[in-house]
């Protein structure tokens, strides 16, 4: 049976609002792996039509989460970044995304940016979710058009500027 949007913001907002934490996050994961894998979903809200970049789906007047779609092009990378004070649950839809996990070596000061090192390096392929708590540093990249469902904190449009970062190895 297939889930409708509502139904997806419906599940977000009761585990939001009875779990905290990554207890929360991994749950609400658990539910968008879920959505990701739907082809009534995903043909509703980020089929391969969809050209558009980032598209707001839904955002909760409350608790302020926001459920977007990205349909994003060719070749492409992403600096390391937090969400600020908010969360963010990636969710791959099509084509695959290649994520890198970094450690924070040394805090932005002034204009000057953060230092950071690479952990780790996996990828999210289509029906596979991945959630980073308030303060985690990733950084996708992508060599071919790829499509998300994102599920924020809080509507990142409306986010004050983050941080910025450096690899250590090339921060000068």
């Known amino acids: ?19 905290s934490g990554a207890d929360a996050l991994e749950s609400v994961r658990q539910v968008l792996e879920k959505v990701l894998v739907d082809d009534a979903f995903v043909a ?34 992403s600096p390391p ?45 289509p029906g596979m979710a991945k959630y980073y708590n308030v303060g985690d540093l990733h950084s996708p990249s992508r060599s071919l058009p790829t499509r998300l469902i994102r599920i924020e904190g809080r509507n990142m449009d409306n986010a004050p500027q983050r941080d910025r970062y450096v690899v250590a190895e090339t921060a000068s």
């Open 81 to 125: 970044h937090d969400h600020g004070n908010s969360w963010a649950i990636y969710g791959q839809v099509a084509g695959e995304t290649q994520m890198t996990d970094w450690r924070k070596l040394s805090a932005p000061e002034g204009d000057k940016p953060g230092t950071v090192k690479a952990v780790r390096t996996y990828t999210l392929k």
């Open 1 to 19: 049976m297939s889930i409708s949007l509502e139904q997806l913001s419906d599940q977000c907002r009761e585990i939001l609002s009875e779990k």
């Open 44 to 77: 509703a809200h980020i089929g391969p039509q969809e050209t558009a970049g980032r598209k707001v789906l839904f955002e909760d007047p409350d608790l302020g989460f926001t459920i977007c779609a990205h349909a994003r092009g060719n070749k492409a990378e």
